[in-house]
């Protein structure tokens, strides 16, 4: 008899605790100021300001020791921001799928709704035409919320993005 198992955490305060130790040991920042990185960037997309969310990730990124990142590909960094954005309560989705495709992440507020896809050694610009070209803010239209779309492209060689391209969508 085979028995499967799922690990979850037991309640959401054991899971935030969990998140905000995740982003300080990953990065190598004290955690008062990787929490302060994250609450700026959150607020960004509160605000909505997605390029002062753009420069809090590379001040994040900038702490990351480079050997951690040897092995990076788009994946990885998608999944920092993920957890970035999960433990400050942001409603975060990876790998959210559509009738075209997948789409890398989608980060909600109560009045905003970004599409968020990652690139790894190309352009911001070719991510935001991704997103174009397989109708990803498709899926969120018609939900009362401003739709942005951010292209974010990352550098093997800097480790960190290198370039970001933002647009804001009419609703």
Not at 43 to 59: G, H, I, M, Q, S
Not at 85 to 104: H, P, S
Request: aromatic share 8%; with cysteine.
């Amino acid at each position: 008899m085979r028995r499967l198992y799922t690990l979850d955490f037991p309640n959401l305060e054991v899971e935030n605790s969990f998140l905000r130790q995740v982003v300080p040991a990953y990065t190598g920042q004290e955690t008062n100021r990787a929490n302060d990185i994250q609450a700026d960037a959150v607020d960004a997309l509160y605000d909505p300001e997605p390029e002062r969310f753009v420069t809090a990730l590379k001040r994040l990124f900038a702490n990351v020791p480079y050997d951690l990142t040897d092995r990076q590909n788009e994946q990885m960094w998608q999944a920092i921001v993920y957890v970035v954005l999960k433990m400050v309560g942001v409603a975060v989705l990876a790998e959210v799928k559509t009738n075209e495709g997948r789409i890398d992440m989608t980060a909600e507020t109560p009045e905003h709704c970004y599409v968020i896809e990652f690139k790894l050694d190309t352009s911001a610009a070719e991510a935001i035409r991704q997103i174009k070209a397989n109708h990803y803010a498709d899926k969120f239209a018609g939900n009362g919320k401003t739709l942005t779309l951010v292209g974010l492209a990352f550098s093997k060689a800097k480790r960190t993005i290198v370039d970001a391209a933002v647009e804001k969508l009419e609703v």
